[in-house]
């Protein structure tokens, strides 16, 4: 009898893990949203490295990882924000920007969009709003409001 249930639960086991292996994505554990975060920050290292084309197709292929993720759990902050910041990184202020306010609408206190989008503030002329990005910051004792302080004061320069 133990030799059967012993077997029994091998045999559970085995499925349950073959199961979970093949699951969701063709047998890849990442969501698309963890995926997009290790291609941005690969294109940060290119950036620092001055590999400004490799940054920007590494960028590319988070933000259409982005889109995908966006599309099945929509609404989360720390994905618009990613989206916000990769449209920046493209070059679409524009839609960078939607991205970021469709952040702030659901966390407005979120660290990463108010810094980020501060900084695309900056990139735009619009020297005012970014300001107000700041306030919200401060106090938060965080490495983004020194940052962004950084880049309005003009001590520091926004890559784009």
Known sequence: ??????????????????????SSNGGDTKSKYDQAVK?????KK????????KALSNYEKAFKLLVKSNKEKPNK????NYLGFT???LGDFENG???YLQGLAIEPDHVGINEYLGELYVATNRHNLAVERLEVLKGCGCKEYEELKSIIAGEKVSKY
């Open 87 to 89: 449209s920046r990184k």
């Open 77 to 80: 902050a720390d994905t618009l």
């Open 39 to 43: 291609f941005i920050k690969v294109a």
């Open 46 to 53: 290119n950036e620092e490295k001055g590999k400004k084309d």
């Open 1 to 22: 009898m133990k030799k059967i249930i012993l077997s029994l639960l091998v045999t559970f086991i085995f499925i349950t893990n073959s199961l979970a292996a093949g």
């Open 97 to 99: 920007e939607k991205y």
